[in-house]
């Protein structure tokens, strides 16, 4: 069984495919800093309750946070980046999701582009806010 996909800085170009998230005991994908576009795919989610880290910051991803990301199946996430794409909305449901026992495990290090005074993304929890000039803060977390 795959548990491990890393395909950093290898210049994939693409959108990611819907059936992203078929691989039911991933628990890290890394596709940062390569030029992948488009949104990020409802596919996602047949992976989310193993997914414990999720890298797709430095790509070329494109439209809202989408809302599958909320549920509690993704509450097992330690580790989220999506920062330096061109996605916009709200993380905070995130900061605060539970997983299945209660337990609040996410967010341990988040980054997005939260940065600024017109962020693209809103995240109270996030410990690292970057903006559109690819300068990023760590953030203290109350």
């Known amino acids: 069984h ?3 996909i890393r395909t950093a800085n290898n210049n994939l170009v693409g959108t990611l495919p819907q059936h992203i998230g078929f691989l039911p005991r991933i628990q890290h ?4 800093f390569n030029r992948i576009g488009g949104i990020i795919p409802q596919g996602l989610v047949a992976s989310s309750g193993s997914l414990k ?3 797709l910051n430095n790509n070329q991803l494109t439209g ?5 990301l909320f549920q509690s199946s993704f509450s ?3 580790y989220f980046s999506v920062e330096h794409n061109f996605l916009t909305g709200d993380l905070d449901q995130l900061c605060t999701a539970a997983d299945a026992d209660g337990e609040n495990n996410v967010n341990k290090a988040m980054a997005a582009d939260c940065l600024g ?3 693209e993304i809103t995240c109270s929890c996030c410990r690292y806010c970057c903006d559109r000039e690819d300068s990023c803060e760590r953030m203290e977390i109350n």
Not at 64 to 68: C, D, L, N, Y
């Open 2 to 4: 795959i548990h491990y």
């Open 29 to 32: 994908l890394d596709l940062s």
């Open 53 to 55: 880290r999720l890298s």
């Open 64 to 68: 809202s946070i989408p809302s599958f």
């Open 76 to 78: 097992k996430l330690s």
């Open 117 to 119: 005074t017109d962020p």
